[in-house]
């Protein structure tokens, strides 16, 4: 693998060898939901490659500006959707309240450990969070790849957090998963972080992006170009199903706990070449099962006889 020459989007990485994990949706494009990057020159050439896999078209989600910009996807082809949140490592100093929840995290041992040893982990923790199967899929990499990297918290008894992450620039690395077992005490999800961030700082590194919030629009987000007619629709309607779907996914908790470590909440961007269509956004939510959740959260509940 050559060395990492510019951002991807996230849940992409740079590895030794190159792989796409996409699905085919049923507007008739691909979803490349995950992707390794061994090597491209820069992001003009990496688009003009990965037309030439998909002919008819492909998405892709979660992308920063400054990428579409310079391979030269137009405005047409892209709507804001999500922001992620990156915390700087130079200089970082931890915030008050994150300090104060991961004190009270008492008897956790942190470690990084070998994927091999992560994927025996995450899955016994997936049968515990998700006995019916993932309620959401292809919004995160679930199985960290070779070049990953893996944090679990421990208790005595058992496994209590495990972060993974994935490099998507060559100063920045992405938090895959950010996993709670539901016994673990209170403040060990910020340990982990912290255990993260002082890793990664040790090693030079700029950046850790604990990922994107989909539906919520921060109020201090960062933009450079004013959001279009059709992305302030689909704001509106974001904040609309966020509410709705609370209680089965919980979306603001999610902003919540991520915006304690104050990141700079930066404007992520779903893709389609050679246009992005509403409907191959609406196949998106029906093969990642967040339609069926939002479905799930209108419906009306069975009377009680």
């Known amino acids: ?86 915390i700087s490592l130079t200089g970082f100093r931890v915030p008050k309240k994150v300090r104060q929840l991961a004190a009270k995290a008492e008897g956790v041992t942190i470690t990084e450990v070998p994927r091999e040893i992560a994927l025996a982990e995450l899955a016994a923790l997936a049968n515990v ?54 016994t673990a005490p209170p403040g060990t999800m910020e340990q982990l972080i912290l255990r993260v961030i002082a890793t990664l700082s040790a090693e030079g590194i700029a950046s850790l992006n604990l990922g994107e919030v989909p539906l919520v629009v921060p109020p201090d987000a960062t933009l450079t170009v004013a959001p279009s007619r059709r992305e302030m629709r689909a704001s509106q309607w974001g904040a609309q199903i966020a509410a709705i779907v609370a209680p089965f996914y919980n979306i603001a908790g999610l902003h919540q706990f991520k915006n304690k470590f104050e990141p700079v909440w930066e404007p992520r961007y779903y893709v389609g070449i050679p246009r992005l269509r509403l409907r ?7 093969a990642s099962g967040a339609l069926a959740i939002l479905q799930q959260a209108l419906s009306p509940s069975p009377s009680v006889v």
């Open 129 to 182: 969070l998700f006995p019916g199967g993932e309620p959401v899929r292809y919004f995160y990499r679930f199985l960290p790849e070779a070049e990953d990297r893996c944090f679990l918290a421990r208790t005595d008894s058992a496994t209590a957090g495990i972060v993974t992450l994935s490099r998507y620039a060559p100063d920045a690395w992405h938090t895959e998963l950010l996993l709670r077992h539901p």
């Open 280 to 286: 191959d956004l609406k196949a998106f939510g029906v």
């Open 1 to 86: 693998m050559n060395e990492p020459r510019f951002a991807l989007p996230l849940s992409w990485s740079w590895g030794a060898h190159e792989k796409r994990e996409a699905i085919p949706l049923a507007s008739g494009p691909e979803f490349v939901h995950s992707a390794v990057v061994a090597d491209a020159e820069n992001e003009r050439a990496l688009m003009d490659r990965l037309r030439s896999e998909y002919p008819k078209g492909f998405v892709f989600k979660a992308c920063a500006l400054d990428f579409l910009e310079r391979a030269g996807v137009p405005a047409s082809s892209r709507m804001l959707l999500a922001f992620s949140a990156r």
